[in-house]
């Protein structure tokens, strides 16, 4: 039997991550917590990470495909999860649409106003500048959440509030 899902969906410096931890830290059933961000850090570079790391070694390595068939795994082993991605592209959205359209999968569009996110991505040392913007831009295009939330107009507490009145509500 798949297991319950909590899927968080939105662009880079949205506070996806911030609620995650927050809502694993609250749930009274066990998840597990798995993020995209991680998923790359756990990646190993001899030389570090460089500028052509992102060009010429990256792309062969990075295949989120991967990663998705991972996520679909354990879902269909009874694993309940929260996820904290970034579906910025459409054929990501594909691979996993079984699993964001599933009766047991809570999709949550976190939201956050273009300026809050510059501001954010300048405040942290590791994130390229620009990538909200381009993630803004295509993250939350053609989907349809279960729940939304905006971190630019709430407090973390309160969309993680939000998000667990809908899980409750189902």
């Given at each position: 039997m798949?297991g319950?899902i909590?899927?968080?969906n939105?662009?880079?410096?949205?506070?996806k991550?911030?609620?995650?931890?927050l809502l694993?830290a609250?749930?009274?059933e066990p998840?597990?917590?798995l993020s995209v961000?991680t998923?790359i850090e756990?990646?190993i570079?001899?030389?570090?990470?460089?500028?052509?790391?992102?060009t010429?070694?990256?792309?062969?390595l990075?295949?989120?495909?991967?990663?998705?068939a991972?996520i679909?795994a354990?879902?269909?082993y009874g694993?309940n999860?929260?996820?904290?991605?970034v579906?910025?592209?459409n054929?990501?959205?594909e691979?996993?649409?079984e699993?964001?359209e599933?009766e047991?999968?809570?999709f949550?569009?976190?939201?956050c106003?273009?300026?809050e996110?510059?501001k954010?991505?300048?405040s942290r040392?590791d994130?390229e500048?620009?990538?909200a913007?381009?993630?803004?831009?295509?993250?939350?295009e053609?989907?349809?959440?279960t729940?939304?939330?905006?971190t630019?107009?709430?407090?973390?507490?309160?969309c993680?509030d939000?998000i667990?009145?809908?899980?409750?509500?189902?």
């Amino acid at each position: 039997m798949p297991g319950k899902i909590i899927f968080l969906n939105g662009a880079s410096s949205s506070g996806k991550s911030t609620l995650a931890k927050l809502l694993h830290a609250r749930l009274k059933e066990p998840y597990v917590l798995l993020s995209v961000d991680t998923f790359i850090e756990s990646m190993i570079f001899p030389e570090g990470i460089t500028d052509d790391v992102w060009t010429e070694i990256w792309p062969p390595l990075f295949h989120v495909a991967g990663f998705h068939a991972a996520i679909l795994a354990m879902w269909k082993y009874g694993l309940n999860m929260i996820i904290d991605h970034v579906l910025q592209e459409n054929n990501w959205f594909e691979e996993l649409r079984e699993l964001v359209e599933h009766e047991k999968t809570v999709f949550v569009g976190i939201y956050c106003n273009l300026e809050e996110l510059e501001k954010r991505e300048k405040s942290r040392n590791d994130r390229e500048i620009g990538i909200a913007k381009y993630q803004h831009e295509r993250v939350h295009e053609n989907k349809s959440y279960t729940v939304t939330v905006d971190t630019s107009k709430s407090n973390p507490q309160e969309c993680v509030d939000k998000i667990i009145s809908t899980i409750e509500s189902q």
